[in-house]
Nanobody, 122 residues
Framework: QVQLVESGGGLVQAGGSLRLSCAAS????????MGWFRQAPGKEREFLAA????????YYANSLKGRFTISRDNAKNTVYLQMNSLKPGDTAVYYC???????????????WGQGTQVTVSS
């Protein structure tokens, strides 16, 4: 069982940066693939990035064009999403997720956080 709690969301102006954190409970955190997704009103949940247990294998949505960086600290049971050059279109609820398979599909992740709101003003 893994419990996930996101933090770090908020209101930021276009062009600004935010770093989201996802704190996980459970002794087996390091064995899970961690992913970040987002969901805007009226839209489907969108894959952003994933990172395998080693921290060296990372995967990103092509649409991000290098603006976001995922990382993890297994000693702290925490995964991060650094977001730079934010745009109003990045406004959404951001979720972290844990699973056993590296995937861009939300259905393959077993555990989800409650989400954190990110709002980017123009």
């Amino acid at each position: 069982q893994v419990q996930l709690v996101e933090s770090g969301g908020g209101l930021v102006q276009a062009g600004g940066s935010l770093r989201l954190s996802c704190a996980a409970s459970g002794r087996t955190f390091s064995t899970y693939v961690m992913g970040w997704f987002r969901q805007a009103p009226g839209k489907e949940r969108e894959f952003l990035a994933a990172i395998r247990w080693s921290g060296t294998d990372t995967y990103y949505a092509n649409s991000l064009k290098g603006r976001f960086t995922i990382s993890r600290d297994n000693a702290k049971n925490t995964v991060y999403l650094q977001m730079n050059s934010l745009k109003p279109g990045d406004t959404a609820v951001y979720y972290c997720a844990a699973g056993l398979v590296t995937s861009t599909r939300a259905t393959t992740y077993d555990y989800w956080g409650q989400g954190t709101q990110v709002t980017v003003s123009s």
